[in-house]
């Protein structure tokens, strides 16, 4: 962008940069970055379409962007009643912050009249200028007959959000449908902090903007809710009817009782933690909580708090925003679960199964406890593959992984180290029985191949070599773990097959210098 604008011969300040609502935004965290990165070189931000799509209230708070213009649908619904309530609430928070809204096709001097009076701040429409006839050549447009509408739309576009001149999409008519129109004036915005909103009514024109704002809260797709920041334990005041269908509770359910009703057992006590430090210090907030619903069920909920604040600057109430973004966090797990999990067997990839014995390592270090890691190798399975095919091969694999898991416990290691090769990880191992429970894990392990692994049309049998490397006695870290415990799979691999190996000694260390073991 700076590149380009250095090519047009433009400041970054006369640029506005421009997301399109309608789009799909799946990611507000890195719009608000994109936001903050184009802000900090002098140039606006603009929000197109707003209310087409993904946006909700919601959104316009977060984003804050300094130009929000409202989608044509809702421009073009004017006066209608639910159209006029959510420009009113779009306009009621952009002017809170600052910001210019600027109404797109208008068509007619009512849905102009109307826009003026909710107190939107610019227009563009067929109303003040219509497209270029094709073959029409650019500077050939036929000028306004009235002079005075000729200069307030000139005025219009010179000083309308995003730079200067016409604007190039918009042409001005020929014969103007409405001469006195030309923009959607508005009275400048009273200045007031990002954070303290009030909840006293204001009016513009005859439209009560409370009563209009608490129409557009109430039919808008994001759920919302009012808590009484001056009543003990916060009770709700109010919820839309998002909230009740995000949620399954009716408002007469949860009037009366804080929202911590939403939480189970598995809530991050962290993060509602960092949420009442929060709420206690008067501060917006943003977290992604695990809420139930009233059946039971579980959903992720984007969590964002304002305080709304009195006239003194004393929190009496905080707003929040429900979002439900199950899907996004479901599918976030599942990347991450790609990322460190085999994608055939679903047990822990390589990368995983060294992290977990270096946090294993760690623990016992710590408690002074022993664990011993098993390296396992199945024995048969290149036959399998070579007469079967790699598809039944999969399913050996499968099928072998499962068998392993079984025979462990919950807290030990299990992962696919590549191949037909697993290793496991017997955690937690007191001292003096870290021999004994090696023996009886290996012998559980070797046992579990001795059935047939049934095959949909025939039963495939296979063996396994395991080797078998303690901590410490055999290696301090990871890498000396699995290279010893390996070490000892073949030896097991030499000496027949279907059998554990224990990894030699560590050679002694003298004060000379390593020691040398012995053939």
């Not at 209310?51 to 004017?78: C, E, F, H, T, W």
């Not at 007959?145 to 000729?150: E, G, K, S, V």
């Not at 009273?190 to 005859?206: I, K, L, N």
């Not at 017997?426 to 870290?434: E, G, K, L």
């Amino acid at each position: 962008t700076e590149r380009a604008a250095q090519l047009a011969g433009l400041r970054m300040e006369q640029l506005v940069f421009e997301v399109t609502e309608s789009e799909h935004i799946s990611d507000l965290d890195h719009l608000e970055d994109v936001f903050r990165y184009y802000r900090e070189r002098g140039c606006q931000v603009a929000l197109d379409d707003l209310g087409a799509g993904y946006s909700s209230l919601n959104m316009l708070v977060r984003l804050q962007p300094d130009v929000v213009k409202l989608d044509k649908d809702i421009v073009q619904r004017l006066p209608d009643k639910v159209s006029v309530a959510v420009v009113a609430a779009v306009v009621d928070i952009t002017h809170s912050y600052g910001g210019r809204v600027l109404a797109e096709c208008v068509e007619t001097a009512e849905q102009a009249r109307v826009a003026r009076d909710l107190g939107v701040d610019f227009a563009q429409g067929w109303l003040f200028g219509r497209p270029e006839e094709r073959g029409q050549e650019r500077g050939t447009r036929r000028a306004v007959r009235d002079p005075a509408t000729r200069e307030r739309a000139r005025q219009s576009w010179a000083t309308g959000p995003g730079g200067s001149g016409n604007d190039p999409a918009v042409a001005l008519p020929a014969e103007p449908a409405v001469p006195q129109v030309s923009t959607v004036p508005a009275a400048p915005p009273v200045p007031a902090e990002p954070h303290a909103r009030s909840m006293s009514p204001v009016r513009r024109g005859t439209a009560d903007v409370e009563a209009l704002v608490t129409q557009a809260v109430r039919v808008c797709s994001g759920g919302v809710s009012i808590a009484d920041a001056s009543t003990p334990d916060m009770p709700l005041i109010y919820v839309n009817e998002a909230f009740e269908r995000a949620t399954g509770y009716r408002a007469s359910e949860v009037l009366g009782r804080n929202c911590r009703f939403l939480q189970g057992t598995d809530t991050s006590r962290e993060l509602v933690q960092e949420l009442r430090e929060a709420v206690a210090a008067g501060r917006d907030h943003v977290s992604v909580l695990r809420n139930y619903r009233k059946d039971g069920s579980g959903w992720w909920n984007e969590l964002r708090l304002s305080p709304v604040r009195n006239d003194l600057g004393a929190v009496t109430h905080y707003f929040g925003f429900q979002n439900d973004v199950t899907a996004r966090v479901e599918a976030q797990e599942r990347l991450a679960h790609l990322a460190h999990h085999d994608t055939l067997t679903g047990l822990p990839n390589r990368s995983q199964l060294m992290a977990g014995l270096q946090r294993e390592l760690t623990r016992a270090r710590r408690h002074g406890s022993r664990l011993a890691v098993l390296f396992i190798d199945l024995d048969g399975f290149k036959k399998v593959n070579d007469r079967l095919g790699h598809a039944a091969g999969d399913l050996v694999l499968t099928a072998a992984g499962a068998r392993l898991r079984a025979v462990l416990r919950d807290s030990d290691l299990l992962g696919r180290y590549g191949g037909d090769e697993f290793v496991a990880v017997v955690t937690d191992v007191p001292a003096d029985m870290v021999d004994q429970i090696a023996h009886r894990v290996t012998d559980a392990v070797l046992d579990s191949f001795h059935s047939p692994l049934d095959m949909s049309d025939q039963a495939v049998v296979l063996g396994a070599s395991i080797g078998v490397a303690l901590f410490p006695d055999h290696g301090e870290d990871a890498d000396e773990l699995l290279l010893a415990a390996d070490r000892a799979m073949y030896t097991a691999k030499d000496a027949g097959r279907g059998r554990a190996m224990l990894a030699a000694p560590r050679p002694p260390v003298s004060a000379s210098g390593p020691g040398v073991q012995s053939p």
